[in-house]
């Protein structure tokens, strides 16, 4: 796709060539959407496609494909269910962004009616949850079928499914109930709901959910209804599709009918009439989005006079007289309940802020970090404000700050601890030797005597990028560490030992078995010999990562010589402190930490009782003439499956390459797993050599493992 180039400045070529990905890159996330019930991108991306796509077709509608997705609504349904016919589409809506675009929608319907003299237009404005639509056909007031929007002209068969949520009644009450009526409005699932099942989950050792919404769509989507039953799903009434009669003249009008006969309807739900007022109800609902207790992403607005609505009618995929005002994705308010403080695996102290659950980007928020003390100082925020949150990236959540016209009277600052309160040793803020100010960060000097400091570095022991044992993650660590059965990593490897002497063996505990047992020693024992950058990383010495890891494994290329060289610097060796300092990209910082680490004499009986188990491979790199990709510089990307991502760059380095996470030019070998997108693109572009995986083990001349 090109750069974003001014859709003005587009050529027909250009334009017809864009379409065509847009088409294709829309259509993989309406899948991932609509039938996978599993986004890919946020909603706020997903709607930036769809902007360009329809404002491409508006400069060049002869170009308007027959697979464009502004024919299309939803996704064809999924196996599974048998399919039903809507009789009146399931249509999706037109979006607005700002201000001005709903300033547009009012001005398209005063100039679409302005031969009707003296008429004044209102509309209705609802909250636009978000959940999963569904379609209810109502035969004499009774509940006969239910069916998803699936591609907009067909979708699922789920009645027994909607048969067990409350919020839809089996018959409806009242004496203006037409002979046939199809509800239509949309499933979800509280916020409420949605922690109480995450932790009935996690209790059971079950893998969690990320948001509700997606819970949700997965729920009323199984084929054993008793399953959807158990997930006290909801439901808000809002529209309509085929029926014998209307209960009223305005939208308004049937909403309240749906209410009469025993639906649940939106309280939020208000007429309004002109921009300002629509401006500031979509405002009001937007505060309030904290405390809903349930998700939404904008407020649609809709012609409330039937007539009308009638007469504006529909474009290819939705109607005219209705538009959805989004909220940005990427941003929300709600309450900050509390600061806590959490440990981490190098005593640095961690204010948290725990906050009233609120969906941001589509995932569900509860925690954010506060960073430290001076952070929350600059940023002011005191317990119990309505604070501004974000997720950077999309991915990690951050309070921006206080809404102060919203500070209740009863809020506090927060004082921040000077002792550290898992284990009570001091909490210092180090001098920066080169700045001779004092560390943004707090830490606990408890060392290994500090529970949470020990219990952490096991976790990184443990972890994917390092020692990545099977079965033992972070819970089980946790759990081990409170049973005494491992308090340091070299307990890991005795572990299968002294079960064998226990009367307590770890087979007869709850959640365990002898098929696990068996399974997590073998494990364990395939971690005997790890790779030498793995195991100084999994070591968690402060300000040695990964990359830092692989540099010191590549330069010494055995444990016992790093080793050596950090202890000889640190007993005031020259030479060996030059050889720590002589490696492009390691600078005093860390070689003051590495040399700290191992001056430690806790420290080094933890590792004289590690290095009597376990014995690190020594790192090897292929020379030009031993590795085909020697000098060469390599991108991965896509969703690898036979090796994750760590696997790849470390194999790859250790074969003489340079992995790089963008692509240019310079760019050697693109080596693409299933799901490949801008990236293999910009690669075919460039002219860059592309391969997928096997491609890239019969290039090395290794076979996966």
Known sequence: MSEQKAVADLTPDEAAQELAVLATEIAK???????????????????????????????????????????RVGFAIADGFKKVQHRVPMLSLGNAFSDDDLADFVDRAQRFFSKDAGLELAFTAEPKIDGLSASLR?????????????????????????????????????????????????????????????ASLEAEGKQTYVNPRNTAAGSLRQLDPNITAKRNLRFFAYAWGDNSALPGETQMDVVDAFARWGFKTNPLMKR??????????????????????????GVVFKLDRLDLQARWGFVARAPRWAIAFKFPAEKATTILEDIEIQVGRTGALTPVAKLKPVTVGGVVVSNATLHNEDEIERKGVMIGDTVTIQRAGDVIPQVLGPVLEKRPSDARAFVFPTHCPICNSPAEREINEKTGKLDAVRRCTGELICPEQAVNQLKHFVSRDALDIDGLGSKQVAAFYDEGRIKFAADIFTLKERDAESFKKLKDQEGWGSTSVRKLFDAIDDRRSPELDKFIFALGIRHV???????FAK???????????????????????????????????????????????????????????????????????????????????????????????????????????????????????????????????????????????????????
């Not at 979800?188 to 109480?196: G, N, Q, R, T």
């Not at 309004?272 to 207790?293: D, F, K, N, Y």
């Not at 990562?545 to 540099?551: D, E, I, L, Q």
């Not at 390599?634 to 696997?647: A, D, K, Y």
């Open 138 to 198: 109502y035969e004499n007031g009774v509940f006969v079928q239910g069916a998803t929007r699936g591609d907009g002209a067909e979708g699922e068969d789920i009645t027994e499914n909607l048969k067990t949520i409350k919020d839809i009644p089996q018959k409806l009450v009242g004496d203006d109930v037409p002979e046939v009526f199809e509800v239509r409005g949309e499933v979800y699932m509280s916020h409420a709901d949605f922690e109480a099942l995450n």
């Open 545 to 551: 990562g990964s990359t830092t890891a692989a540099m």
């Open 29 to 71: 996330h309406d899948a991932a959407y609509h039938q996978n019930d599993a986004p890919i991108v946020s909603d706020a991306e997903y709607d930036q496609l769809r902007k360009r796509n329809e404002a491409i077709e508006a400069a060049f509608p002869s170009l308007i494909r027959d697979d464009s997705p502004t024919k």
């Open 555 to 705: 330069n010494f290329g055995r444990f016992e010589t790093w080793m050596q060289a950090c202890v000889d610097a640190g007993n005031g060796d020259a030479a060996a402190r030059e050889s720590l300092l002589a490696i492009d990209g390691i600078g005093e910082t860390v070689v003051q930490s590495v040399v700290g680490f191992f001056a430690n004499e806790q420290n080094r009986e933890a590792i004289d009782a590690l290095l009597a188990q376990v014995k690190p491979q020594t790192y090897e790199v292929a020379s030009a003439d031993e590795s085909p990709v020697a000098g060469k510089t390599v991108v991965f990307t896509g969703s690898l499956e036979q090796m994750s991502r760590s696997e790849a760059k470390a194999m790859a380095e250790r074969l003489g390459a340079k992995v790089s996470g963008s692509v240019s030019s310079k760019t050697d070998l693109l080596v693409a797993g299933p799901g490949a997108g801008s990236k293999l693109k910009k690669a075919q572009d460039l002219g860059v050599e592309t391969t997928d995986e096997n491609g890239w083990f019969e290039l090395i001349g290794q076979s996966p493992s």
């Open 272 to 297: 309004v009439s002109t921009v300002e007022e629509m401006v500031t109800h979509h405002t009001l609902i937007g505060e309030q989005r904290a405390e809903l207790g349930y998700d939404i992403d």
